[in-house]
């Protein structure tokens, strides 16, 4: 049986770039070039006990469409946000670091 390791690291050389940014597409003169915000993750688990078959994994990964890169009418490169996904990304850390600030000025107070 091959490695699960071996297989995901040999899947996963294909992410990277690639899953950031998307190939361009030609729109009315323009050519726009998408941009996403990509994470995933895997795990796994095993046995040496190959009778048990007590063995699994799993995986799983998101992508937010956060804008694209818009070619202008005079050459200009200049990148177009998707506001309502930027949004959406930027609300946790928003709230997070609110949290974090909050906890800094209590233990200062005191």
């Keep these: 049986m091959t490695n699960i390791a071996v297989k995901l690291a040999e899947t996963v050389r294909s992410f990277g770039v690639g899953a950031v940014y998307g190939d361009p597409v030609e729109i009315e003169g323009q050519t726009l070039v998408p941009v996403?915000?990509?994470?995933?993750?895997?795990?796994?688990?095993?046995?040496d006990d190959t009778a048990s078959g007590l063995a699994g994994g799993g995986g799983g990964g998101a992508?937010?469409?956060?804008?694209?890169?818009?070619?202008?009418?005079?050459?200009?490169?200049?990148?177009?946000?998707n506001l309502i996904s930027l949004l959406a990304v930027s609300i946790p850390t928003i709230w997070v670091t609110g949290k974090a600030f909050a906890r800094i000025i209590r233990a200062l107070k005191k």
């Design 36 to 47: 996403a915000i990509s994470w995933f993750g895997f795990g796994g688990s095993g046995s």
């Design 63 to 81: 992508a937010i469409p956060v804008g694209a890169y818009v070619t202008q009418e005079n050459g200009r490169v200049a990148f177009e946000p």
